[in-house]
T-cell receptor, first 119, second 117 residues
Framework: AQKVTQAQTEISVVEKEDVTLDCVYETRDTTYYLFWYKQPPSGELVFLIR??????QNEISGRYSWNFQKSTSSFNFTITASQVVDSAVYFC????????????????FGTGTRLLVSP | DGGITQSPKYLFRKEGQNVTLSCEQN?????MYWYRQDPGQGLRLIYY???????QKGDIAEGYSVSREKKESFPLTVTSAQKNPTAFYLC????????????????FGQGTRLTVV
């Protein structure tokens, strides 16, 4: 069965520090998607990135970057020059097919990492 | 603006009472999902629906029921059979992952916090 592990329960940093959130996953599927979501105090999950299992290129979006390494089943997320607004819970998730040939997938979530950025 | 609307934001339930959480989307997505979030845990799938008038149990469906009479709506009823209903409930929707399809990530509502009193 699919599994996502986020070993870091909570991380505290001071503004402008870089921080990396770890995500390790387990799956037997050869094709899958990995996701990162941000959950601010308001509760809504905000989509950050989707990565296809065939695309191991690292991605950078502003202060955010993602390192996907299939060999170690990891999909780590780095925030450069963190800001107070980055304070949130971050979830890593792995797709799992709901049924054959429909294309719909459910998300298997890690337990989340709470990031606290202080001024 | 397109999105998912959940209501109410906060809900209090008495012991033995059924309550219904509303979820409406105007994204024209076929699939809708209900997840439950408990403190220190990830989200767990309760029910999902891939098409109108059809829905399937997820990983923790006991004590819950759903309906999908319209594409836009996927209400969740927390029944008295659910022994520990206090949690944060999130509704989501998505389109299928097919070859060449992009933007297939799930979109989430703002959640309903249910408390048993």
């Amino acid at each position: 069965a699919q599994k996502v592990t986020q070993a870091q329960t909570e991380i505290s940093v001071v503004e402008k520090e870089d921080v990396t959130l770890d995500c390790v996953y387990e799956t037997r599927d050869t094709t899958y998607y990995l996701f990162w979501y941000k959950q601010p105090p308001s509760g809504e999950l905000v989509f950050l990135i989707r990565r296809n299992s065939f695309d191991e290129q690292n991605e950078i979006s502003g202060r955010y970057s993602w390192n996907f390494q299939k060999s170690t089943s990891s999909f780590n997320f780095t925030i450069t020059a963190s800001q107070v607004v980055d304070s949130a819970v971050y979830f890593c998730a792995l797709s799992e097919p709901l049924s054959m040939n429909t294309g719909f997938q459910k998300l298997v979530f890690g337990t989340g990492t709470r990031l606290l950025v202080s001024p | 603006d397109g999105g998912i609307t959940q209501s109410p934001k906060y809900l209090f339930r008495k012991e033995g009472q059924n309550v219904t959480l509303s979820c409406e989307q105007n994204l024209n997505h076929d699939a809708m999902y209900w997840y439950r979030q408990d403190p220190g845990q990830g989200l767990r799938l309760i029910y999902y629906s891939q098409i109108v008038n059809d829905f399937q149990k997820g990983d923790i469906a006991e004590g819950y029921s759903v309906s999908r009479e319209k594409k836009e709506s996927f209400p969740l009823t927390v029944t008295s059979a659910q022994k520990n209903p206090t949690a944060f409930y999130l509704c989501a929707s998505s389109i299928p992952h097919t070859r060449g399809t992009r933007d297939t990530e799930a979109f989430f509502g703002q959640g309903t916090r249910l408390t048993v009193v």
